[in-house]
């Protein structure tokens, strides 16, 4: 729920609160008409201890002052025109206030949605209807703001401190120097007379005495200033450490997974600018708080004083080096990864990024990447940190790019678009283990430096699991072992084991998912699809999703086995069904006229209690990415009984020919689709529009679909033979349906279940179309062909 809903329910002293934010620096009314755009935008993506960080911040305000504009340009009627002055007005004080101080604006916003995000909190509970639409996101986000605000807090007072020693320490230099100076003018008495040295040496000495007591006092507070602070930034470290957790560990992570689940059509994982807005206030306080304990180190070399210090400042210094080096190394990532299928001598692209690139002026001295294809045990030994310098598994073309920064968005990237793999060089393989089954990754790797050579580092990052396929057939079992180890694979896992089991509920997310986003529909897999695929699965007749719940699939079962009494595995059953429906049925599906999973004993019982003609489209059992039609009718070798007939499966050769619909339409027989819809109330938007009229004498010829035995012998116009492709009109539901049928005869198209050949039923419409394609004379008034 959107946070304005929710702060309009707050009562009593925290709605006061809530509109004490408000006044002539930002009323209320603009919170008010804008509520909707203002939480959209990304505020805390605005640095605003960077002044650089301005044209973002003007960029925000210019883009407010146009919604307000456009917001009272559409008032209308008299409260309207009244609204109308009073928007406009506030977009001119706005942009008077605000123009040339933009990020005050900005902290100006930020503090009021944090502050609406606290009172509602707080005003209500986890279990209040309120509280329980609280969005858990930005509640994570406002704890992670908070501990970005704590830690600039530490790191000024940590800068104050140091500055404070440094005064103290420059003081205490003076007065050791005056102590000095005052040993050496009680050296030089022993060259007067003794009456001088007597009179002048008892001044000399109570004064060095007063100046070493105050150097030893002055001595032991410096030692504890210096504890003090290295105990300071012990604390800032520590909140630094988990701080950096959260983002790489937590946040970064999650991004990584749902750029995972998203090669499986899951939602896509979002952008990364609020991930780089947190990593880059990370670089800038690590390096903040490095630079303090190297200018505490360098006082300490100043003016050493014995004590703990130095080993201090020493494990503090690897501390800090720790945490940039790990914040560099976990923000070089691939923000667009490469194909996960991949076929030799085609050009594929990819994108990978360091969040802290800007941050940290790496781009002043622009790194190179290079990308490399290895193995998946080359992944292994890579993360061993095993040497395994100039390994490959394969040449890819155009595999070096430098990291560009686009000032506009503060990026530092590397776009690789023309990568080709010119060859693989493939492993021995285990056991039953398939080409398909093999994985490789891209590894992207660069060095660069930071802080004028400071510190060096070398970057690694691998891409998703890839599978490597030479020919397009390869392409759907490369899919299953894509699916199955983007949906299964355990963050930190070694490269690239994954479960060779997993529960079926888990596998139906998956492949609903994959579903969904192949078909590109709403319409994913409803629970009585998924028993039907349990069913295939499993080899079972339950109809009882609670028996499939703690059932496992293996990998095997997945896409290694066959299916009892077929030649394909479930997955490459599933893929067919998958395409087919992608390429040529989406809009049928999208409307619900295909009922699809459901086998021929479950059409033969749903159809059996209709009226004749009703038909329904169900997904073949026996052909990959076959799709048939199950009508009931009479039997006309037995009269009076009626049975389901069963076209003989449709694929995408066929559908290249006619549509399904047009198919539909060219089969009087069909009356209603399951359960009573008039065929074309469903399908007559797909029609293809009836052929022009013969020009000079020709008539053009069209392909229709013809069931023989329900085809209707209708009378030729011209006198001669019956013609097998006009459409009958369609008989009543309420009254007995008269087809007109052929003799019985002993037909080749027709087989034992009662299921026709579709190629000798389209060899029939080639005839005709032959037929057609002779000049109509007789029609035509004798025109020359």
């Known amino acids: 729920m959107a946070v304005w809903i929710q702060a309009q329910q707050l009562q009593g002293d925290a709605l006061h609160q809530m509109q004490s934010l408000y006044g002539q620096h930002f009323p209320i009314e603009v919170r008010h008409y804008l509520s909707h755009w203002i939480e959209a935008q990304l505020w805390d993506a605005v640095d605003l201890e960077n002044p650089q960080e301005e044209f973002k911040a003007k960029r925000l305000l210019d883009s407010l002052i146009q919604e307000?504009?456009?917001?009272?340009?559409?008032?209308?009627?008299e409260d309207?025109?009244?609204?109308?002055?009073?928007?406009?007005?506030?977009a001119s004080q706005l942009k008077s206030t605000y123009d040339r101080c933009p990020l005050e604006l900005v902290r100006c916003i930020k503090h009021i949605l944090y502050t609406e995000q606290r009172l509602v909190r707080d005003a209500t509970n986890s279990s209040s209807p309120v509280g329980g639409m609280m969005d858990s996101m930005s509640q994570k986000y406002q704890q992670i703001n908070q501990a970005f605000e704590e830690l600039r807090l530490m790191s000024q007072d940590t800068e104050n401190d140091l500055r404070k020693l440094q005064h103290n320490q420059e003081y205490f230099i003076i007065q050791y120097q005056e102590s000095l100076r005052i040993q050496a003018q009680l050296s030089s008495l022993a060259t007067l007379p003794p009456a001088d040295r007597q009179l002048r040496e008892p001044a000399l000495l109570s004064k060095r005495a007063t100046v070493e007591t105050w150097l030893t006092r002055e001595a032991n507070t410096l030692q504890k200033y210096r504890l003090d602070l290295a105990e300071k930034h012990q604390k800032t470290l520590q909140l630094l450490r988990k701080q950096q957790t959260i983002i790489l560990d937590d946040e970064l992570i999650q991004w990584k997974r749902r750029q995972q689940l998203a090669g499986n059509g899951g939602p896509p994982e979002g952008g990364l600018d609020i991930l780089q807005s947190w990593c880059e206030k990370l670089a800038e306080t690590i390096w903040q708080n490095r630079q303090?304990?190297?200018?505490?180190?360098?006082?300490?070399?100043?003016?050493?004083?014995?004590?703990?210090?130095?080993?201090?400042?020493?494990?503090?210094n690897g501390t800090?080096?720790?945490?940039?080096?790990?914040?560099?190394?976990?923000?070089?990532?691939?923000?667009?990864?490469?194909?996960?299928?991949?076929?030799?001598?085609?050009?594929?692209?990819?994108?990978?990024?360091l969040l802290v690139g800007g941050k940290l002026n790496v781009h002043m001295n622009p790194p190179q990447v290079k990308a490399t294809i290895i193995s998946e045990q080359q992944a292994k030994a890579?993360?061993?940190?095993?040497?395994?310098?100039?390994?490959?598994?394969?040449?890819?073309?155009?595999?070096?790019?430098?990291?560009?920064?686009?000032?506009?968005?503060?990026?530092?990237?590397a776009h690789f678009r023309n990568m080709s793999l010119k060859r693989i060089k493939r492993s021995d393989r285990r056991g039953a283990e398939s080409v398909t089954e093999e994985k490789f990754t891209i590894l992207f790797e660069s060095q660069f430096s930071v802080g004028g050579n400071e510190l060096v580092f070398q970057v690694k990052t691998l891409s998703l699991p890839v599978v490597v396929i030479v020919h397009g057939?390869?392409?759907?079992?490369?899919?299953?072992?894509?699916?199955?180890?983007?949906?299964?694979?355990?963050?930190?896992?070694?490269p690239f084991l994954v479960p060779d089991k997993v529960l079926w509920p888990q596998l139906c997310d998956s492949i609903n998912?994959?579903?969904?986003?192949?078909?590109?529909?709403?319409?994913?897999?409803?629970?009585?699809?998924l028993v039907f695929l349990a069913q295939k699965a499993f080899s079972s007749s339950s109809n009882n999703p609670d028996d499939y719940r703690n059932m496992t699939m293996t990998w095997s079962q997945f896409n290694r086995e066959s299916?009892?009494?077929?030649?394909?595995?479930?997955?490459?059953?599933?893929?067919?069904?998958?395409?087919l429906t992608k390429k040529h049925l989406k809009p049928h599906w999208n409307d619900g006229a295909i009922l699809g999973f459901v086998n021929k004993q479950q059409a033969q019982d749903m159809l059996m209690s209709k009226p004749n003609g009703t038909f329904l489209l169900r997904f073949s059992d026996s052909e990959i990415g076959g799709i048939t039609i199950a009508w009931v009718a009479e039997n006309p070798n037995k009269a009076g009984e009626r049975m389901v007939w069963n076209l003989m499966p449709y694929t995408t050769k066929d559908f290249t020919i006619r549509s399904l619909a047009d198919r539909i339409s060219d089969l009087n027989h069909l009356l209603f689709l399951y359960p009573d819809r008039p065929k074309d109330e469903v399908f007559s938007k797909y029609y293809t529009p009836p052929l022009s009229k013969a020009v000079d004498g020709y008539v053009k010829p069209q392909i229709k679909q013809v069931v023989p035995e329900f085809a209707t012998a209708n009378p030729d116009p011209t006198g001669g033979n019956p013609t097998y492709m006009e459409h009958a009109s369609p008989a009543p539901v309420n009254h007995p349906h008269n087809y007109g049928m052929y003799p019985a005869m002993n037909d080749a198209m027709l087989d034992a279940d009662g299921d026709f050949d579709l190629d000798d039923t389209m060899d029939v419409a080639r005839h005709v179309e032959e037929l057609l394609r002779r000049p109509v004379e007789s029609q035509w008034g004798g025109q020359q062909s």
């Open 68 to 77: 307000l504009q456009n917001k009272a340009e559409h008032q209308v009627g």
């Open 80 to 90: 309207g025109f009244l609204l109308k002055i009073k928007l406009g007005h506030y």
């Open 292 to 316: 303090q304990i190297r200018r505490a180190e360098h006082l300490r070399q100043q003016l050493p004083i014995p004590g703990p210090i130095e080993e201090l400042l020493n494990e503090l």
């Open 320 to 353: 800090i080096t720790d945490i940039i080096s790990a914040l560099v190394t976990s923000t070089f990532i691939i923000e667009k990864q490469p194909p996960q299928v991949l076929k030799t001598q085609t050009k594929f692209a990819a994108t990978v990024r």
């Open 382 to 413: 890579l993360l061993k940190n095993e040497n395994t310098r100039n390994d490959s598994s394969g040449e890819i073309l155009n595999n070096n790019c430098v990291m560009e920064y686009h000032q506009t968005t503060g990026t530092l990237s």
């Open 473 to 494: 057939s390869q392409d759907n079992n490369a899919t299953a072992t894509v699916l199955w180890d983007n949906s299964f694979a355990e963050p930190g896992r070694v």
């Open 513 to 529: 998912m994959k579903y969904k986003a192949e078909v590109q529909s709403n319409r994913g897999l409803s629970e009585e699809n």
């Open 563 to 579: 299916l009892p009494g077929r030649n394909f595995t479930f997955w490459q059953w599933f893929d067919g069904v998958m395409e």
